[in-house]
């Protein structure tokens, strides 16, 4: 089945946040971001905007009306700056006016005097001031003092990755308005329903049954709108509930990079111990995050690279050491992989450092130490691994060896142009970490044409979560797809939803579905067996027909539901959804936190112009744990763009702030995304079909964030290449490989020994 928007997508008829018909007298809203990145408020002069024509009304902190905070794990975030800024970009004041170029033109007009304050951008200088947004995280397994000893093989080395900016097409944005007796219906570009309306009730002071947030689709969310999309619908609303006046704030791209988070930077120490035969018996490694100037969800990603820094290795003994460290950057927050792919970043570069030493390929070691059903991941929980089976299916799908080969040859026989391969296989966790958040929920109505509404706490952002529910839906019943309708997230209609994320959101919300319609489906059946007198158990919905022991019977699936409702039986259901079987104790850090894991093998081929550092990935060619999918046109989608996106944030995306915490990759001609020509000019997606039971919809396994981490590949690609353009080459381990960092390398020379223990840092 195709996506259901593909339709209106290619005719643009999509309706985003922007494109929500605006009622008369909507107000606009824009707000004005500290200049400075540190330093107490010492005057803010308001008086010259103000006299713009057409601006209504400019907001500071004290017209707030309720709480000024919107942090979300820790209440340590104000919506609007009192005294202190702690990043450039914070929202000091709100300006609302008749139109969106009076406001724009206020902000310019804004004056504020800031007594500077010392900027710290790096999260180890951080962490030497001990300036941490929590307290570390420690997991361990094994003993790593002891495994030293056994050792053969010990290398040390430091390891970075950078940031990346989501990009989401449709940037942030919210249109509230007021409804009778204060109440607020709000349309927001949020990942989550819930948080949106509680943050906006904390700030307003009113209660969450007075407010509404309803999101028809994202243009895009990637974790960039798990958190952030808050402040600008909590900044709309309390300009709606003050002014008594719809107002709508969708943030022009330049706002949207300067005053939203990213995915957090880390740099990381790590030190890996193998015996003779490659087998990693013992890792250590610190990861120094960079949170930004509040906590965000950084606690929570901080515990998933946790969960994921031996990736799909198992390693014996294990310590691993996590700081959140906080800076004058804007807060980090959500990016597809949660800090799982920075960890995995790290171990895959101790490996890759191993391999280098040793004079093996890395994908030897790799090899080796794949986990098995039945190895202990550092936080408890038992593998159901299909490491070995991923990457035996793609060394023989794609006959890796002869691509081996055949790069070898093209590099003996090519001097300006080298070819680099990599093998990236992939481990990634289901669920939330936190496990309170495992829940979804539906609210399906049949209508007495037969119809079908489908509404659940899933917010579509492109990636067909909708498209799935209503296959859920379709399927139970029995019915033709265009018999049901899946309606906008609305917490009115379903409420206490969790956010769209953690790749979870058709796991917990399809569940709920099937619950839902299933209840619906048994109601149906016993009114067609009353009728006929025969047992509910032969009675089967399929082909919009009742099937009475798999014989198609006249009645038709209009014609049941008009019988149900002649006979007063409920053709409505609510159901709720909760992961089983998952815990975790923080204290101990044992558990099981995740359902099951997502495997997958890629190998990934680049070529690299040694004159001029720019390269091209020819391929990457994947094995994908899919279990059982539910639409493989959206499922290969999924992974396509997981990919591309990775490959940018390993290759090209270079996030650059100043020592003055300035965003200097401010716009999109200083910021590289991928672009159709840095898509992989062969993209082979093979599909591991694995029928084992888990605990996702109809067997099948979450696909939205795992595919990001196979462009981990194309860094380790590029590095091979360009060792086998300058055998001698330095390249410290840190992401992204741009190609000016790409041809640095390919003419760089060797540390000397004194020069190792300090590599460079970016
Ligand atoms: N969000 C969250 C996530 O709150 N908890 C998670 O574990 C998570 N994982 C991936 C993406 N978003
Ligand atoms: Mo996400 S990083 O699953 O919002």
Redo the contacts with the bound molecule.
Sequence with gaps: MKNIDSRTHTRGESVYLDDVPLIQGTLFGASFGSPIANGHITSLDLSEAEKIPGVVRILTYKDITGQNQIGGIIPDEPLLAEHHVDFCGMPVAFVVAETYEAAHAAVKKIKVEIDPLPIITDPRDAHALGQLIVPPRTHRLGDTEAAWQSCEYIFEGLAETNGQEHLYIETQGAYAIPQENNALKIYSST?SPRATQAATCKVLGVAMHQVEVDVIRLGG??????DQANAWAALCALAAHILKKPVKYALDRMEDMAMTGKRHPYSSDFKIGLDKHFKILAYEVQFYQNAGAAADLSPAVLERTLFHCTNTYFIPNVHAVAYSCKTNLPPNT?????GGPQGMFVIEAAIVKAAENLGVDASVIQQINLNKTGDEFPYGQKAVSEAHACWDKAMDRFNIESVIKETHYFNSTNKLYKKGIAMMPICFGISFTNTMMNQGRALVHVYTDGSVSVSTGAVEMGQGVNTKMLQVAAYVFGIDADKVKLQSTSTSRVANTS??????TADLNGKAVFMACTEIANRLKQVAADEMHIPIASITLKDNHIHVSDQKHEMTWERLIMSAFFKRVSLSEHAHYATPEIHYDKLKEKGHPFAYHVYGTAITQVTIDCLRGTYQVDAVKVVHDFGVSMNPLIDRGQIEGGIVQGIGWMTLEELIYDKEGKLKSNALSTYKVPDIYSVPKVLEIDFLETTADNLAIFRSKAV??PPLMYGIGAYFALRNAIKAFNPDAHIPLSAPMTPEKTLMALYSKPLKPDQEKNEETT
């Design positions: 990942q969310g990637f974790g960039g709108k798990e959500a990016f597809r992989g949660f956010p769209s994320a953690a790749s979870a939205g964030e």
